[in-house]
């Protein structure tokens, strides 16, 4: 199990991704401040946990070598949890999201978004933008609610068009492993149900006025990033771009089963470590923990993820 490859409902292990947030997380910590400049501040709202197979982080790699990483990281061995952290920018009295959650059709454990926001007090209708950084399920599917609904009514949603393209063609679609497919499926039932509200952008240019799109793809073709200003400094909000605290930083050339393209993706690891660790920028990772907020140092020939 914890070395499969496969993520659906079936091979999940049931409810554990909901018992293992509840250990992770203090009372009150679903929704936290984590930096503020001026009038913009950003946020880490959790929409859960998934209890994953190794092997989406560390792919092919044995067991043993994997194994013997977490142990000298202090990490569990017989567990990967990995958090869900959506990131929220506030401008004045209006906000913009980073990705959307995994809704209530995904695995056990996420789609707890919704409650998050409610229980901070966060007007939904004052959502004015959401900004996905791929179409994984768990960062697409929360945009739709239980009847169908933009979770967010009065937001505009903003996909990268090579995202949107490799989600909606029926040619990657066809070439897509059986557990992939209801990926594809999920996908174009969120896209259809958006309509007119979804748009799409190229990566290099801003998408509103202090957040720029990167291009990290290789997770999925469209991939981004999200580099955010505040003040003088800037912030990466990576997705799905560094997905585990271990391995992404200290071993970015392995590849993830979860990745796309996997040799590109390995390259934006190595990229994007090069920058924020040259660069001392902060960061937020969506499977980070504590809710994504740290750093990257240089350590020996790789790197390591500092929580902040």
Request: glycine share 10%; with cysteine.
């Amino acid at each position: 199990m914890l070395f499969a490859n496969n993520i659906t409902r079936r091979s999940a292990l049931q409810g554990a991704g909901a018992l293992a947030l509840a250990a992770m997380l203090p009372q009150g910590a679903l929704a936290k401040s984590l930096v503020k400049a001026g009038e913009r501040e950003v946020f880490s709202f959790s929409d859960g946990a998934l209890t994953l197979p190794f092997s989406i982080a560390a792919g092919e790699r044995k067991a043993d070598e994997v194994l013997a990483v977490l142990k000298a990281g202090g990490m569990p061995t017989d567990r990967n949890i990995a958090p869900l952290n959506v990131t929220a920018i506030k401008d004045g009295d209006g906000y913009t999201f980073v990705d959307c959650g995994a809704g209530s059709r995904f695995l056990d454990g996420s789609g707890k978004l919704g409650d998050t926001i409610e229980a901070a007090g966060v007007d939904r209708a004052k959502v004015t933008r959401v900004i996905f950084t791929h179409a994984h399920p768990d960062h697409l599917w929360g945009a739709i609610d239980e009847m169908d609904e933009p979770l967010f009514p009065n937001a505009t949603y903003f996909l990268s068009k090579v995202d949107r393209d490799f989600w909606l063609s029926s040619e990657q679609l066809d070439k897509a492993a059986e557990d992939r497919k209801q990926f594809f499926a999920g996908a174009q039932r969120i896209i259809k149900a958006l309509g007119g509200k979804l748009q799409t952008f190229e990566p290099g240019k801003e998408i509103a006025p202090g957040m720029m799109a990167l291009d990290t793809g290789g997770h999925t073709p469209g991939h981004v990033s999200l580099e955010v200003k505040l003040g003088s400094e800037s912030l990466i909000v990576l997705g799905d771009a560094l997905t585990h605290p271990l391995i992404s930083f200290q071993h970015p050339d392995w590849q993830p089963g979860s990745d796309t393209d996997k040799d590109r993706a390995a390259a934006t690891r190595r990229k994007l470590l090069d920058r924020i660790a040259g660069e001392k920028l902060r960061i937020i990772g969506y499977h980070l923990p504590n809710g994504g907020f740290g750093r990257a140092e240089k350590s020996a020939s790789a790197y390591r993820f500092i929580s902040a």
